[in-house]
């Protein structure tokens, strides 16, 4: 009985593609991992497998084909500090954090940055922690594109960033069922929709 090759030979899969149960992961898409803490963890990886994940989300999403329904697995325990925004600039990317609490992957920013910056369509980020960690930071998310969904993500306030989202363009957005921690009087709302061109956004369940 002959088996077909898979990337994942330790974990559930079909079609060669790992089942997160829930989770649409396309047959055809690209999975890609990203740890800091392991001992294999680097950028000259190509991520495909849990075992030699990559160092950096910016760097995995450079390894994503555009509208393939590729994910990026942010393990947890992952930590970054940012100086320059991580860019979603390939369409139809997913970032997807694993983990609960404090072990939910953190992305702290430094500098006069977003952490995170939305360039391209369809794409979605799922439970990280953002952390605004230096007096300069200008937000949290800021997003340039049609179609984002951003979800489960807990948003660490303290002087700064002012704003958790900013919009700067773009249709049809979803942000829902998120968390802000706020330790510090600096921040001034949660979402920031500074253009007027922006339609048809849905923002539920923050708390």
């Not at 990886?45 to 942010?74: E, F, K, L, W």
């Not at 939910?104 to 391209?120: E, L, N, R, Y």
């Not at 700064?160 to 829902?176: E, K, L, M, Q």
């Not at 330790?183 to 979402?191: E, L, R």
Request: glycine share 10%.
């Amino acid at each position: 009985m002959s088996s077909t090759p898979t990337r994942f030979p330790s974990g559930v899969s079909s079609y060669g593609i790992p089942v997160f149960g829930a989770l649409d992961v396309p047959a055809n898409a690209t999975v890609i991992f990203v740890d800091s803490g392991h001992a294999q963890t680097t950028d000259g990886n190509d991520g495909q497998s849990p075992n030699y994940p990559m160092a950096t989300i910016d760097a995995a999403i450079g390894r994503c084909a555009a509208n393939n329904g590729d994910h990026i697995m942010v393990m947890p325990g992952h930590a970054e500090t940012v100086t320059a925004a991580i860019t979603m600039d390939v369409a139809g990317v997913t970032i997807w954090g694993w983990g609960y609490g404090r072990a939910k992957p953190a992305i702290t920013g430094s500098g006069a940055i977003d952490c995170i910056t939305v360039t391209a369509a369809n794409c979605h980020i799922h439970n990280l922690r953002l952390i605004g960690a230096t007096a300069s930071v200008t937000a949290h998310i800021n997003v340039a594109a049609d179609d984002v969904e951003i979800d489960e993500i807990q948003f660490d306030q303290a002087e700064t960033p002012v704003s958790c989202i900013t919009i700067a363009s773009g249709d049809r957005g979803y942000v829902h069922d998120c968390k802000i921690l706020g330790t510090a009087n600096g921040p001034d709302h949660f979402i920031d929709i500074e253009s007027s061109g922006s339609d048809n956004w849905i923002v539920e369940r923050i708390f």
